[in-house]
């Protein structure tokens, strides 16, 4: 389950559809990867062909991704059995 958001559009996406700040070709990607994230029962639910989900560590503390784009990305921690702190990184 989704805890908590770092993004504010992605966190206004999930809770009100608003998809002012989000490009509308990757609207329904997006919609997809957050409701599989949701269900996720561990970040490796993730692992989905397509996806190319993978792990990375941000600092000391461990992070996982999928791709939204070939420059975009979804990530979030995993603690407890939900996903923190999801976020839209632009990879570099």
Known sequence: MIKSFRSTSLQ??????????IPTDWVKKIELILDLL?????PEDMAIPGLRF???AEGTKP???VMASKAWRISFAWKQ????DVDLDEIH
């Open 63 to 65: 992070r996982f991704a």
């Open 54 to 56: 993978h792990g990375f």
């Open 81 to 84: 059995g939900n996903a923190y």
């Open 38 to 42: 949701d269900a996720a029962e561990s």
């Open 12 to 21: 206004a996406f999930w809770e009100s559809s608003t998809v002012e700040r």
